[in-house]
């Protein structure tokens, strides 16, 4: 018995020791080759039926039916001029070749050169030819807007509204358009414009399971290239002029633009939503656009957030952010494009710059004394009108800073109206209004400004140029002028100008030191008297301007120790004096000495010189000798006695005395 047990065990070692795990592999292995037989056999009679299928189909009626479901559903009709290629196996479609679709006219409103329809795989095993997509290869769309609102593209619209509504009779089977190389171009007979977009590649879905439709991709627009991307959360809603979510973003190098809100398009377009732009330069962007800005300088980066509300071709935004050269802003705007662009605003800012906007314009010709002869551009005046209010807590023009200020900028019509309500500037307030408007080439310019309780020395400097003038006072101009440069300008200003001034000093001149030397010493020279200063206790000037000629009414010094009256004329456009005054010595009161002066040549350094007749006569030696020439018994004698000494012949007493005492000095 026991000598059989052996021959038992490698059974045992082959059957009943073997793993569980292994024998279920081992099983599932051999039930799967059983099954892949007859699988294998169905899915290639499966394919066989495919490929006969394929044979039975009626190519004819494929392709009346594809052609007659683009027309139900589109509402255009569909005209081939050149092939048709139907393809049942491996890719189900209908490519058709030189295609043109158009409404009730005769021209098409879509031009194809390739337009392939994908079709369904198992309607179409079951003789039902359903199209799942559709691929424009090349189309060439047009879409022309009448004066009336509607467009050619209108009769589409409405059809694939209808179509899309669920339980229509011609229910849209597909829910993809791709485009591929397209051109669009948009005609707007109301406004007389025109644009075009190339290089379309896009995909517009609206899935079948939701009311959702998005479109995206890529197209060219005056040279730049734009990412986009539009969803519509009810498209149905949105094709029928009802309210519908919408959310767009496009991209470009000029500009980003993203908008966050609601639609709808009942009798004009209705927008509500938050809207976001973003440009690296406002200008780069403008000038993309078709929008000349005004000026050359600024119009840098830009962006702007905020909660638009958009009616037809106006938009109203409210809770604006706006940043433009580093100034924010904060307010609301207003932008209409009715024919004629229009913007307002009212904004509040901590700090604004406005140094960009004026850098390129100047008054005076770059290192020369001379007034700019620069031609004015005054195109901007006459592209957008404008209404905006500003206030802020510090604003800086150029070397000018200013203190709370609120101002207003109107412009309507080529004519441009600046207020400033109030300034804080120079330690005082300024108030005024300035006026350009165009006539033709000319700028016309008006000016009232009242500067009160300023600093003299921080307000003539930067004004007017003149910095020898301190102390406190008030400063009132009305001024006109036309011309087409800032030199045109100056050659026919009129109006008026006073300064009243107090506690103050003119430097470079020290009045009191000259008339006491002159007054012990008349011929001893001037001497070097261009320096130190002349106190005053008040100043007052007042002149009248005509064809850019300043004539003194009335121009006094009064200080402590000295006092002086000036008249004559002040040249604008050539910014040279001709005037004459008096200089008087003050003591107690009264005038103790008293010298005629001149003052000529340009504003920046003029020549100052006392009348030397005056000095002359004063003088213990030289007076008795210029009495004697004028008695008829003493003038030959003296006039010989003077030529001896002299060498030079002497003047007619009647005639200006040419031996002054001392020479003009500068």
């Known amino acids: 018995m026991l000598a059989g047990v052996p021959a038992l065990l490698p059974n045992l070692s082959s059957t009943a020791i073997r793993p569980p795990a292994q024998d279920m592999a081992v099983t599932m292995a051999q039930g799967m080759k059983r099954l892949g037989t007859p699988i294998a056999a169905l899915l290639g009679l499966m394919l066989v039926g495919l490929i006969a299928s394929s044979w039975l189909i009626n190519r004819d009626a494929l392709r009346s039916a ?61 003789q039902r030819f359903e199209i799942a997509d559709v691929m424009m290869l090349r189309p060439q769309i047009r879409v022309k807007r009448e004066a009336d609102g509607e467009s050619n593209w209108t009769p589409f619209i409405q059809t694939i509204a209808r179509t899309m509504k669920p339980g229509a009779d011609n229910q849209v089977s597909f829910s993809e358009i791709r485009i591929q190389d397209g051109v669009l171009t948009y005609e707007d007979a109301g406004n007389d414009a025109e644009e075009k977009l190339d290089d379309i590649n896009l995909s517009l879905a609206w899935p079948s399971i939701s009311r959702s439709f998005a479109v995206t991709g890529q197209f060219g627009w005056r040279g730049e290239r734009i990412d986009g991307a539009i969803g519509v959360s009810d ?312 064809d850019g000629i300043a004539t003194t009414e009335d121009v006094r010094l009064e200080g402590p120790a000295a006092n002086v009256t000036v008249n004559g004329t002040v040249s604008v456009p050539t910014r040279e004096f001709d005037l004459k005054g008096t200089a008087s010595l003050v003591s107690n009161g009264t005038s103790s000495f008293d010298l005629p002066f001149v003052v000529q040549g340009p504003w920046d350094d003029p020549l100052i010189y006392p009348e030397a007749e005056s000095l002359i006569k004063r003088s213990t030696v030289t007076g008795p000798l210029l009495d004697a020439l004028k008695d008829r018994n003493t003038r030959d004698a003296v006039r010989s006695v003077l030529e001896r000494l002299t060498g030079q012949k002497q003047a007619e007493p009647d005639a200006a005395p040419a031996a002054a005492a001392d020479a003009p000095a500068k």
């Open 235 to 546: 498209f149905l809603a949105a094709l029928s002029g009802d309210r519908s979510g919408l959310k767009a973003r496009l991209s470009s190098n000029p500009v980003k633009l993203a908008f966050d809100g609601t639609v709808a398009n009942r009798t004009s377009m209705l927008m509500e939503g938050t809207l976001t732009i973003d440009s690296p330069s406002l200008r780069t962007a403008l000038n993309w656009t078709g929008q000349a800005p005004p000026g050359a300088g600024g119009f840098g980066r830009f962006a702007l957030k905020a909660r638009a509300n958009v009616v037809g071709a106006s938009i109203a935004l409210t809770n604006v952010n706006v940043e433009l050269d580093g100034n924010v802003a904060e307010g609301v705007m207003t932008y209409a494009n009715n024919g004629r662009q229009s913007l307002q605003a009212t904004l509040a800012a901590d700090t604004l710059d406005f140094t960009p906007y004026i850098s390129t314009f100047r008054l005076l010709a770059s290192g020369a004394r001379d007034w700019n002869r620069q031609m004015f551009d005054l195109n901007a005046l006459s592209s957008t009108d404008l209404d905006m209010r500003l206030s802020a807590a510090r604003v800086t023009v150029g070397p000018s800073k200013l203190g709370r200020t609120a101002f207003g900028a109107n412009l309507r019509g080529g004519a441009l109206a600046l207020s400033v309500g109030e300034a804080q500037v120079y330690g005082g307030v300024a108030k005024g209004s300035l006026g350009v408007a165009r006539s033709d080439t000319a700028a016309d310019v008006k000016a009232q400004f009242q500067f009160l309780d300023v600093d003299l020395q921080a307000c003539a400097g930067e004004l007017f140029g003149i910095n020898r003038l301190s102390g406190r006072g008030n400063l009132n101009v009305s001024l006109v002028a036309s011309g087409s440069s800032p030199f045109g300008l100056m050659q026919s200003l009129d109006g008026s100008a006073t300064l009243n001034g107090h506690d103050g000093a003119i430097s470079g001149l020290n009045v009191e030191q000259l008339l006491r030397r002159l007054e012990r010493r008349p011929l001893s020279g001037a001497g070097s008297y261009r320096s130190g200063s002349t106190p005053y206790n008040n100043l007052t000037v007042a002149l009248k301007f005509a």
């Open 66 to 126: 594809v052609e007659a479901q683009i027309r139900a559903v589109t509402g255009l009709d569909l005209t081939v001029k050149g092939s048709i290629e139907v393809s049942v196996f491996p890719g189900s479609y209908v490519s058709f070749h030189d295609v043109g679709l158009k409404g009730g006219s005769d021209d098409p409103a879509l031009r194809v050169d390739v337009l392939t329809a994908n079709l369904r795989l198992l309607p179409l095993l079951l």
